[in-house]
């Protein structure tokens, strides 16, 4: 079963503007992880946050991490045509001792010229 | 580097075929894993690997072997294709558990 539920499904902009993609989850984490997949490519890890941090940069992204919340934001500042692509957050949990990755279903971003 | 490759990139089957999936990374990774992705439910986990021969079944493992004989490779093997199979597959390796996943470009399945 999916872990994290994407929001919003998609999402479309103008170059120069903000993205920002919300992922809520449902058990306690080790850390969670964020993906870009471009269309027909394997996909591409960004960032990861671990679960005593509350934010994180990485150049134009900034993660933040609300465990309380069970929720998390992926914020790409000053979008541009490239970025165009869909976004995964993904979780790790333990499972019988060995940590599994669980994805959500993804939020497709569009950035327009 | 090439990183985590996974051939073919396209297949075709008949229902009852069998077929390997090739996966091989040369990060010298100890993790690796199978996703499955199908339209609108995101990447299902089907069976992952701590280690040269010691695998465990994910989310979505029935139809599907795999073994790890070697840190290089993990091949994933379908017994008897099924149209419900009918994906895109992704093999992903990592340096531990609870890192970041290389993934390769993808094998894209289709069984009649």
């Known amino acids: 079963s999916q872990q994290g539920e994407e929001d919003p499904q998609a999402l479309s902009i103008q170059e120069g503007e903000n993205a920002t993609m919300n992922c809520s989850y449902k058990t306690s984490i080790n850390n969670l992880q964020w993906y870009r997949q471009n269309s027909g490519r394997g996909l591409v890890h960004l960032i990861l946050i671990r679960s005593n941090e509350r934010e994180k940069h990485s150049g134009r992204l900034r993660v933040t991490l609300d465990t309380s919340k069970k929720s998390s934001s992926l914020l790409i500042t000053a979008s541009r045509a490239a970025d165009t692509a869909s976004y995964f957050c993904a979780t790790v949990s333990m499972n019988s001792g060995y940590s599994t990755l669980t994805f959500g279903k993804g939020t497709m971003l569009l950035v327009s010229p | 580097n090439a990183g985590v490759t996974q051939t073919p990139k396209f297949q075709v089957l008949k229902t009852g075929q069998s077929m390997t999936l090739q996966c091989a990374q040369d990060m010298n990774h100890e993790y690796m894993s199978w996703y499955r992705q199908d339209p609108g439910m995101g990447l299902r986990l089907i069976h992952y690997?701590?280690?040269?021969?010691?695998?465990d079944q994910g989310e979505v493992p029935n139809g599907y072997n795999v073994s790890r004989s070697t840190t290089e490779d993990f091949p994933l093997r379908l017994l008897s294709a099924a149209p419900s199979q009918t994906s895109v597959y992704f093999c992903?390796?990592?340096?531990?558990?609870?890192?970041?996943?290389?993934f390769g470009p993808g094998t894209r399945l289709t069984v009649l």
């Open positions: 690997s701590v280690g040269a021969g010691i695998t």
């Open positions: 992903a390796s990592s340096s531990g558990s609870t890192s970041g996943r290389y």
